[in-house]
Nanobody, 116 residues
Framework: QVQLVESGGGLVQAGGFLRLSCAASARIFSLTSMGWYRQAPGKQRERVAVIDSGGTTEYGDSVKDRFIIYRDKDKNTVYLQMNSLKPEDTGVYYC??????????WGQGTQVTVSS
């Protein structure tokens, strides 16, 4: 079973930046897209950014123009560059992979905390 492992979370001041990484333990067959989701305490999980197999990206309204999702196919890794961070960006960030065949994959999550 392919596993997704996130890294790069931490504590940062408002206005700062972080880069999250999501590494797949092996190539994901029939992959259609990978993305980042986040969940703040007491809130539902929300989609942050997605990149499909063709490289097309989509962003949540709250992170447009601040976050960038990109990937390195050779390393089976997807990244989330987060700039101009705000306290409301605080939450656990999860990596997700969607496949044509088989269930979606989720990482274990990485905590991002933005202090004001």
């Amino acid at each position: 079973q392919v596993q997704l492992v996130e890294s790069g979370g931490g504590l940062v001041q408002a206005g700062g930046f972080l880069r999250l990484s999501c590494a797949a333990s092996a190539r994901i067959f029939s992959l259609t897209s990978m993305g980042w989701y986040r969940q703040a305490p007491g809130k539902q999980r929300e989609r942050v950014a997605v990149i499909d197999s063709g490289g097309t990206t989509e962003y949540g309204d709250s992170v447009k123009d601040r976050f960038i999702i990109y990937r390195d196919k050779d390393k089976n890794t997807v990244y989330l560059q987060m700039n101009s961070l705000k306290p409301e960006d605080t939450g656990v960030y999860y990596c997700n992979a969607v496949r044509l065949i088989g269930p979606g994959l989720w990482g274990q999550g990485t905590q991002v905390t933005v202090s004001s």
